[in-house]
């Protein structure tokens, strides 16, 4: 076989948008999200992506292909893009085909902070004891289909949670935000 050739097809077989794409599967990559947040960057939110991928493996059974976190983000830094600029259609579809995404899921965290209710120690006023600790947040998703550039999910899920710290608490509303966006993601 001319050397040539053999080359030329390992060089396609390698390329993303040549994986072999099996009938009714989806093949989907999950973006980093932008923080608006004001308590987010406590616990990563930009990268809950990653979690929300983990999330979309685990339940899809077999109707989605979900691309690994990594891949994406070695798109994105080749492409010099970040989150932010996702928010261009034309850069976050690039970015979709690069990593031979059928759909690109980019999203935004616009809510995720803690309320701290306290009242004064009766044993020592200077002092206040936390009574309760809860976690809200709110994620704004889109989907965009790489082939036509048609916005096939744009949409908020947002989730509350009652946590023993505020590291908790955080933990928990994302969590259930991220549990809603994969929820959404799955029945479309």
């Not at 599967?25 to 999200?33: E, S």
């Not at 923080?35 to 616990?43: K, L, P, R, Y």
């Not at 809950?48 to 979900?66: E, K, P, T, Y």
């Not at 970015?95 to 209710?117: M, N, P, S």
């Amino acid at each position: 076989m001319n050397p040539l050739l053999l080359m030329l097809a390992v060089v396609l077989a390698l390329t993303p948008a040549a994986v072999a794409q099996t009938p009714g599967v989806r093949t989907i990559a999950v973006a980093d999200f932008v923080d608006e947040s004001t308590d987010g960057a406590f616990i990563g939110a930009g990268r809950l992506n990653a979690v929300l991928q983990r999330i979309l493996s685990d339940r899809a059974g077999g109707r989605l292909r979900v691309l690994a976190t990594e891949d994406v983000r070695a798109a994105m830094r080749a492409q010099g893009v970040t989150a932010r600029d996702l928010v261009s259609p034309t850069k976050a579809i690039a970015v979709a085909q690069a990593v031979g995404a059928e759909w690109i899921v980019t999203g935004r965290w616009t809510h995720l902070d803690v309320d701290v209710l306290t009242r004064p120690d009766p044993s020592d006023p200077a002092r206040e004891i936390v009574v309760r600790v809860s976690g809200h947040s709110l994620l704004e998703l889109r989907v965009l289909e790489a082939a036509t550039r048609r916005i096939v999910l744009q949409d908020s899920v947002g989730g509350d949670s009652f946590g023993f710290t505020r590291l908790h608490a955080l933990i928990q509303a994302a969590q259930a935000a991220l549990l809603r966006a994969a929820d959404r993601l799955l029945s479309l």
